[in-house]
């Protein structure tokens, strides 16, 4: 499978213009910088299919600031006229990541669909060449046989002349030898069910390769189709982050900033603006010991399966632990649920019935590892899967990470990733029943049972 990953900035001269960072509202993140492919696809690909990027505040609004609140509340007049521009920002941030989820949510059941649709034709593509392979062996040894009776009866007749033409090993093909048995009539009259079982076999391995190479015609063209979903899956994606982020940097100020004008009280405009500040740290006091306790419980969890006998494989003893392969156990926990086909399965509002995957049942907010270094090439809600991660690691192999908890993204599309290294929390979202990682490998762009392609890299499961 060609590498999903976009080149770099600096290699491709795609990087977009100060104009348009402005206008996007996008800075640096994490070492990385949004390249003109997603610019563009943000500005103009999301206007095409929703019209709501044009005047989304999340990227040009101009927000007030505390000193212009305290200016605006002692005079009444000015006081009305900010209230109602910071209800208008309010409403329109809400719509705006309303909007741009209900995109992303879309688009990303569409890059599931294409995505199967691809792998269907991949299977039916596989399955008529091995239909096509064995009936060519089957002709092949049908002639073959033909062949040694043709040279058996020849040598009994005496005439030698032929023998050299009617041994099989003479002949370039099993077609070469059908073509020249079927001038024999005495063989023919003797053989006749077998040589019309050869022919058989021979067009049907003909006709089934031809199905074949249509079919394989047809994966190229879903394949590609999957891709340019994938990414258009992912520029709403991450235009649906940036109208969240703009949210959340935005939202409870403006909101305290209408409580502050709408006071009649005592309360200072300082204090609204205090107990904002005081209100974030601790969130992040919050989810910081949230997720430090969901990672002590999933340690505890892991040695407590390891010293009762059930090892890595039973408790996920080794996950997070780098390998000398470089491959990783990306999550902890026993595995609940392998690779193929089950019963249809229904929650959150979608349903799937196959599993290209393995499940590790590791509690909820629990970390997610890179099953190995790679970069991200995905990272968006996608429908079945939830919010999912997939990373590239190189040469034809990507690793999918499904079912993240709401919030639960520690990189982003484009980042490096090292392997261990954690990269989100386990939830329940998409087509789940319960916390777990949905862990998916593919091989040129079709999902593997990914239990032998650790096994075979050293890894427990």
């Not at 995109?103 to 399955?127: K, P």
């Not at 009617?166 to 069910?193: I, W, Y």
């Not at 386990?426 to 990682?437: E, F, I, M, P, Y």
């Amino acid at each position: 499978m060609p590498s999903e990953l976009s080149a770099a900035p600096d290699d491709c001269g795609c990087a977009p213009t100060a104009q348009e960072l402005s206008a996007l509202g996008r800075t640096v993140e994490h070492g990385r910088i949004l390249t003109r492919r997603t610019a563009l696809g943000l500005g103009v690909a999301g206007i095409a299919a929703a019209g709501f990027l044009s005047s989304a505040p999340a990227f040009a609004a101009s927000y007030p600031s505390w000193d212009d609140v305290e200016k605006a509340k002692a005079n009444q007049s000015a006081k009305a006229r900010e209230v109602t521009r910071i209800e208008g920002l309010i409403s329109s941030l809400q719509n705006d990541v309303a909007a741009k989820q209900a995109e992303a949510e879309r688009l990303g059941a569409e890059y599931i669909a294409a995505q199967e649709a691809f792998e269907e034709a991949a299977d039916r593509a596989n399955s008529l060449q091995e239909q096509a392979d064995a009936e060519r062996a089957r002709a092949a040894e049908a002639a073959d046989k033909l062949g040694r009776l043709a040279s058996q009866q020849y040598r009994m007749g005496g005439d030698d002349t032929s023998l050299e033409l009617f041994f099989s090993g003479s002949a370039a093909s099993a077609d070469d030898l059908l073509a020249r048995l079927g001038t024999m009539d005495k063989l023919l009259e003797a053989n006749r069910a077998i040589y019309a079982d050869a022919v058989s076999a021979r067009d049907n391995a003909q006709n089934l390769s031809n199905q074949a190479d249509v079919a394989r015609t047809e994966r190229d063209r879903l394949q590609q189709a999957a891709e340019a979903k994938m990414i258009q899956a992912q520029d709403a994606a991450t235009a649906a982050q940036a109208a969240l982020d703009a949210q959340a940097e935005h939202l409870d100020v403006l909101e305290a900033q209408l409580a502050a004008l709408k006071d009649t009280t005592s309360k200072t405009v300082s204090g609204y603006r205090d107990g904002v500040i005081a209100r974030r740290k601790a969130r992040e006091a919050r989810l910081r010991r949230e997720r430090e306790e969901a990672e002590r419980r999933a340690r505890e969890e892991a040695e407590a399966a390891a010293n009762n006998g059930g090892g890595s494989g039973g408790g996920g003893g080794s996950a997070g632990e780098v390998q000398p392969s470089g491959w990783v156990r990306p999550g902890y926990g026993y595995i609940s649920a392998w690779f193929g086909n089950r019963g249809t399965i229904c929650s959150n509002g979608y349903c799937t019935s196959g599993h290209r995957g393995i499940d590790f049942a590791g509690g909820c907010s629990s970390p997610i590892f890179a099953a190995a270094s790679g970069r991200v090439i995905f990272a968006g809600y996608s429908g079945a899967w939830g919010n999912y991660i997939k990373v590239d690691h190189g040469g034809g192999i990507v690793t999918g990470y499904a079912h993240i908890k709401p919030g639960g993204y520690n990189v982003s599309w484009g980042d490096s990733v090292r392997a261990g290294q954690t990269i989100a929390y386990v939830g329940n979202t998409g087509v789940s029943t319960g916390c777990h990682l949905h862990f998916e490998v593919y091989s040129g762009g079709v999902r593997i049972n990914p239990a032998p392609f650790l096994r075979a890299r050293g890894v427990s499961v």
